[in-house]
């Protein structure tokens, strides 16, 4: 059964730090581009990350370019997010996202609630 597991998220003050990771089970991780998107109350769900499937680009939205930092770990088929200089705008419910076309495959994490405090 595919699993896509994410952990890391809470609460942390403006100025903080998190990481959120997002690990994968059941499906062939290496062969898939990997995202992470964020949906704040109210709002429409925003793309904030994304990797190639051999990590060699990424690519941010303008709101996170500079504080947050995409990366993965092939052998341990698990995707990262590295949230600094955290805002009360960031404040949102993280998605984790793996697609392939080759392998005909979309996978969700869960979702994890991160809030930043004024």
């Known amino acids: 059964q595919v699993q896509f597991v994410e952990s890391g998220g809470g609460l942390v003050q403006t100025g903080g730090s998190l990481r959120l990771s997002c690990a994968a089970s059941?499906?062939?991780?290496?062969?898939?581009?990997l995202a992470w998107e964020r949906q704040a109350p109210g709002k429409e769900r925003e793309l904030v990350a994304g990797?190639?499937?051999?990590?060699?680009?990424?690519a941010y939205a303008p709101s996170v370019k500079g504080r947050f930092t995409i990366s993965r770990d092939n052998v341990k088929s698990t995707v990262y997010l590295q949230m600094n200089s955290l805002q009360p705008e960031d404040t949102a419910v993280y998605f984790c996202?793996?697609?392939?076309?080759?392998?005909?495959?979309?996978?969700w994490g869960q979702g994890i609630q991160v809030t930043v405090s004024p």
């Open positions: 996202n793996a697609v392939s076309a080759v392998e005909d495959g979309n996978y």
């Open positions: 059941e499906f062939n991780f290496s062969r898939y581009s």
């Open positions: 990797i190639t499937s051999a990590g060699d680009s990424t």
